[in-house]
């Protein structure tokens, strides 16, 4: 019985698009251990024996929300599943890391550090600047730049290819970041490399996630923007984060509008599911602002 539900679950999220290995894994385990028990349906209390199997907390949590996952879809058919509390084993431990909002001051020094790269007259600074500036304004990941071809540049736009979670997508760009990737070209072309990646040193190479990191490290001190070696500080996923926020900012601030846009924004940063996209907002002042004047206008028209 459970074997099966678990089968028509598996299927469920590989036609959504998920490859669902580690899950399944556990998954398989789970039913297994409920069956040898002769469990027909879902039990909380068979569920927190099998999680507390696990060596660590960390993992009997995960085992814990995996089967509670299951179990909610299960239960939506068959009330007789028993759903787990979600902290039955205690809350995670992991904070979230308050990223920085970059001001747009902020991203053109960073841009404008990029450009006094050494060696000057080489591509380096240029790429450097182009793929900071791109990252701000597609607010897509670091690893998708890196990964751009000279033929994902259409005249539609960038096509993000089967990234995380295995999605393509067509990301339309600004005018202003097609003409900067225009002149970015023009060097790229002298090179004569036959590399096809978009972005490359002056060997005509990839860079390495590591020297993108590094360099963008040692720009963000050059500029104030970070301390020492060792210091926290604004990091370059960060963008990914301000692109979001900067978005909602300009969105119209009623609820529908709202809706769409995050919905839209999801599509626009490669998330499987829309509480991924949440992950990257961030309260500031022009924000607060907003919910303050829709909760007045929500007050208003209740006493009116």
């Keep these: 019985m459970l074997s099966q539900d678990l089968a ?32 027909r349906h879902l039990q909380a209390a068979r569920v927190l024996e099998w999680a507390r199997l696990a060596s660590l907390p960390q993992q009997r949590r995960n085992r814990l929300l995996t089967v509670r996952r299951f179990a909610l879809a299960l239960s939506a058919e068959d009330r007789r599943h028993e759903i787990p509390p979600a902290d039955a084993l205690g809350r995670s431990p992991l904070e979230r890391r308050i990223p920085h909002i970059y001001s ?17 007259g080489s591509i380096r600074p240029l790429m450097y600047e182009t793929l900071f500036g791109l990252i701000a304004a597609t607010g897509m990941r670091i690893s998708e730049a890196l990964s751009l071809q000279l033929d994902d540049l259409t005249a539609d ?17 600004h005018g202003t970041t097609c003409d900067a990737l225009d002149r970015y ?5 002298r090179l004569g490399t036959l590399n096809n990646a978009l972005f490359v040193s002056a060997a005509g ?20 923007l970070r301390g020492g070696p060792g210091q926290p500080g ?6 990914r984060h301000t692109f979001a926020v900067r978005s909602l900012e300009q969105c119209r601030h009623d ?9 839209a924004l999801s599509t626009y940063l490669g998330h499987a599911h829309v509480t991924d996209t949440y992950w990257y ?15 007045e206008a929500l007050h208003q028209g209740a006493v009116s």
């Design 185 to 189: 070209l023009v060097a790229r072309r």
């Design 255 to 263: 609820r529908d509008a709202v809706g769409r846009h995050i919905v």
């Design 104 to 120: 747009a001051d902020e991203i053109a020094a960073l841009m404008q550090a990029a450009a006094r790269l050494k060696p000057a």
């Design 281 to 295: 907002l961030q309260a500031t002042p022009i924000l607060m602002r907003q919910i303050a004047a829709a909760g």
């Design 8 to 39: 028509r679950y598996v299927e469920l999220q590989h036609r959504l698009g998920f490859r669902f290995r580690v899950q399944n894994t556990l998954l398989k385990s789970f039913v297994a251990f409920a069956e040898r028990h002769d469990d």
């Design 205 to 224: 190479a990839s860079p390495a996630y590591s020297t993108v990191i590094a360099n963008f490290l040692q720009l963000a001190r050059s500029i104030g």
């Design 157 to 173: 736009g960038l096509i993000i290819r089967q990234t995380k979670f295995h999605k393509s997508r067509l990301l339309p760009l």
């Design 234 to 239: 604004p990091c370059i996923h960060d963008l």
